[in-house]
């Protein structure tokens, strides 16, 4: 019962570098989603899918890009890192009844950027 | 624009006192609202959720909220709170059946023992 898990849980990295941040889920989920957490801000959302190979904007999406070759993967990458995207981000999946409207999130991903 | 707001940044109280964090969004047409709970070092999972039916909806753990449409509110209540209830609280609503969220900036919660 392995649900969603992010990996890195914990990244360090310096102006200007790439990074990419993990996300998997086991239920085969169609919906993903990836927000950020930011003191005063809460859950602002960076890009969602709802299926393999469509992926769109959300709130705050630049800087920032996914892809989703396959329903249980989606991966974030900074294409170059920027001290503002010091963040704890969040990936979430969300069943195929999307009227459900419960996200499953994974345990977030701390990330900092010198 | 669509928008959610939690009024409280920052709650401390007793155990045993009652609990009430407001949540306003601002659009008038279809939504679907849900309260979301983040225990320290825990991911973020649902408390609540309101789609249609009776306004006052129960969740786990002796949380309920009441969705009151000409106030456009969907406050989030506990009669008497443990010290367990410490947490980050989110108020969150999709609008007009879109399935992405958009969530409030949270509300902290502190229970002293």
């Known amino acids: 019962d392995a649900g969603i898990t992010q990996s890195p849980r914990y990244k360090i990295t310096e102006t200007g570098r790439q990074v990419t941040l993990m996300c998997h889920q086991t239920?085969?989920?169609?919906?993903m989603f990836w927000y950020r957490q930011d003191l005063g801000h809460g859950l602002r959302l960076i890009y969602y899918?709802?299926?393999?190979?469509?992926?769109d904007k959300g709130e705050v999406p630049d800087g920032y890009v996914v892809s989703r070759s396959k329903t249980e993967n989606f991966p974030l990458t900074l294409e170059s890192a920027t001290r503002s995207q010091t963040s704890v981000y969040f990936c979430?999946?969300?069943?195929?009844?999307?009227?459900?409207?419960?996200?499953?999130f994974g345990e977030g991903s701390r990330l900092t950027v010198l | 624009a669509q928008s959610v707001s939690q009024h409280n940044h920052h709650v401390i109280l007793s155990e045993a006192a009652s609990l009430e964090l407001g949540c306003n969004y601002s659009?008038?047409?279809?939504?679907?609202l849900f309260w979301y709970v983040q225990y320290p070092g825990q991911h973020l999972q649902l408390l609540l959720k309101?789609?249609?039916?009776?306004?006052l909806v129960k969740g786990i753990k002796g949380f309920e909220a009441e969705f009151i449409k000409s106030k456009f509110s969907f406050n989030l209540r506990k009669p008497s709170v443990q010290w367990s209830d410490t947490a980050e609280y989110f108020c969150?609503?999709?609008?007009?059946?879109?399935?992405?969220?958009?969530f409030g900036a949270g509300t902290t919660v502190t229970v002293r023992a």
């Open positions: 979430a999946s969300m069943g195929w009844r999307k009227d459900t409207g419960e996200l499953f």
């Open positions: 239920w085969s989920h169609s919906y």
């Open positions: 899918s709802a299926a393999a190979d469509i992926t």
């Open positions: 659009y008038g047409g279809t939504v679907n």
């Open positions: 309101y789609f249609s039916g009776d306004p």
């Open positions: 969150a609503v999709t609008f007009s059946n879109d399935y992405k969220l958009s």
